[in-house]
Structure formats: C-alpha cells, structure tokens
C-alpha cells in the first residue's frame, strides 16, 4: 500500500509540474514556438552617390635625436606650433591621434648601430573647406611637419547620419518590392514582418592621396611642392542592406 501511495503521489506531482510549465510558457513565453510556418526572407540593397563635406589630413611630425627627452621636447615644440597654427586658419579641427618615442638603430655585420631617439607626433586636421586643404599642407609643413601621410575626403557625422536614413529607407523599400514580387510569383501574399536586421551600411572615403606621393623630405622646398596640388574630391558612394522577413497568407 505504501508503495502504491508513492506511486501515486509521484504521478500526480509530475501532472502538477506540467500544468505549471504551461502557465508559465502562456504567462510569460506567449509567443515561443510561434514563428510561422511560412515566411519569405527579402534581402534590400540601396547605393546613393553623394558629396563629400569634409577634407581630413593625416601629418607627422618626427624629430631625431641624441636623448629621448630632446627628442620629445623637440617634437612636443613643434607640434603645438602646427596645431596653433592650424586652429588660427578658422573651420579647422586639429586632434592629435597618437604619439610615440622609439630607439633608432641601424643593423651592420658588427650589430647595432645606435642613430637615437625618434619622438613622433601623427596628427589629423579637419576642414569643411576644401580650399583649406591646400594650405592646411602648405602650414604644416611650414611650422615642423614632415610628412603627409594621408589626404581623403568624408561625410561629418551629422551628413552620415542624414545619407544613412535614406539609404536604409530606400533599402527597406526595395526588400519590400522583391518580397511583394516572390510572393506574387509562388501564389502567396505577404503577411505581417516577423523580423528586420540591417546588416551593412557602408562608404569608403574618398582618397586624394597618401602619404607615398605626399612624403616630404627636410632638404626640398616642400612650399614650393604643395601649392601645386589641384584638390577635386569625387562623389562618394554609400551602400545600405536591410533584411526583412515576412509572414505569408
């Protein structure tokens, strides 16, 4: 008899424990296991071509020495003269992107060769004015810079934010065309949206040039250089993907 009551008590707590389980999936997990059974999955491309607003280039200042401390002061001197410069020509952001300060040493049959210590400044300017490009370069070099590693042209993230709106709104519509026209070409209708994902958004900045072509060495009239260069930026090309998945009827 006692075996019986166990028996019994057992089967009628797992009964107990399954009508718990349910109320908790209805109350709390509604909508688990009910993804519908048919669906179709349209993937949105959209690409707008517009102008760049913003000029950034990339410059360096590098000092060699005998001690790392003159080497340091040196560069720390002229890269506040570049970056005052800089900030007195008006719509002009100049932000320091890093800083480093490294032995030199030249490897012969015999081993190393001490040269000293290397200080380097890479800085970025800013400018919604193209023409400031030009004598951007021309004031960096003039004040201690020597090097131009980088010229391109960009969107502000304030014109990103705008371009990447419309080009996932016109993603979005084109997802919603192909998915309209699946539909349509196997006999369905399209439902509510059970799920949207944007999966790229994307611009490569356009690059005038890099530091290659605008390298400048201490011994050449680097004013003389620069004031040739004719700045044209070219449009931009932005992408966008959206993927939009529909219920069908």
């Known amino acids: 008899m006692a075996d019986k009551n166990v028996t019994k008590s057992i089967i009628i707590g797992a009964v107990a424990l399954i009508v718990v389980l349910f109320v908790v999936k209805a109350l709390f997990f509604p ?12 993937t949105g491309t959209a690409e707008i071509r517009t102008e760049p607003n913003q000029a950034e280039v990339d410059f360096r200042i590098e000092v060699l020495k005998q001690t790392a401390q003159e080497a340091a002061d040196e560069a720390k001197q002229k890269s506040n003269a570049v970056i005052s410069v800089l900030k007195s020509m008006g719509d002009v952001k100049v932000e320091t992107i890093s800083y480093n300060v490294w032995k030199k040493e030249d490897w ?12 380097t400044y890479t800085l970025k300017a800013k400018t919604s004015d193209f023409e400031n490009v030009g004598r951007i370069i021309d004031a960096a070099i003039d004040n201690g810079a020597n090097g131009i590693d980088n010229v391109q042209f960009t969107l502000t993230s304030e014109e990103e934010a705008k371009v990447k709106k419309e080009a ?3 993603a979005g519509e084109d997802a919603k065309g192909k998915a309209e026209a699946i539909a349509e070409g196997v006999g369905l209708d399209l439902g509510d949206i059970v799920s949207v994902s944007s999966q790229d958004f994307y611009y490569p900045p356009y690059i005038f040039a890099k530091g290659a072509e605008l390298a ?30 529909y219920e069908t009827k």
């Open 108 to 119: 012969t049959e015999d081993g190393a060769v001490f040269r000293g210590y290397v200080a």
């Open 216 to 245: 400048v060495a201490d011994s050449v009239d680097a004013g003389a250089i620069n004031r040739e260069i004719m700045v044209e930026p070219k449009e931009l090309t932005v992408t966008a993907t959206i993927s939009v998945v």
């Open 31 to 42: 909508n688990i296991n009910d993804t519908p059974e048919r669906t179709i999955t349209s």
């Open 168 to 170: 996932l709104k016109k």
